[in-house]
């Protein structure tokens, strides 16, 4: 996942949980907090795009569009952990069959030279 893709990512994960007005009124109680998460660019930019919504009828900020793109990002990531998972399980696998070659040559009976 690129950079710009964890931003949203975390952005949109935040905002999940939140009503419109819920996530109005943590905006004005906990601004330093809502800001770690959400900047007021990053904001603009998912409302244009159509992820947030923050109309009184609306039961979370996170519009159906938002919900989409969430599980885009949440598919990606979860690519990324098995890709890195993969390559640490094939690491430990040559690790492990060098290991076992090295003893087993050292475990052979020598040949005296004449």
Do not use: H
């Not at 601004?31 to 795009?49: G, I, M, N, Q």
């Not at 998972?85 to 005296?112: D, E, Q, Y």
């Amino acid at each position: 996942m690129n950079k710009i893709d964890k931003i949203r990512y975390r952005a949109l994960k935040f905002l999940s949980s939140f009503s419109p007005e819920g996530a109005i009124d943590f905006r004005k109680k906990n601004p330093e907090k809502y800001k770690k998460y959400v900047s007021d660019e990053l904001e603009e930019t998912l409302s244009k795009f159509e992820y947030l919504t923050f109309s009184c009828n609306a039961v979370r900020v996170v519009s159906q569009l938002g919900l989409q793109q969430l599980r885009d990002l949440e598919d990606i990531r979860r690519k990324d952990l098995t890709l890195m998972v993969s390559v640490i399980a094939i690491v430990l696998s040559l690790v492990a069959l060098g290991i076992s070659i090295a003893s087993f040559l050292n475990s052979m009976p020598r040949v005296a030279s004449i």
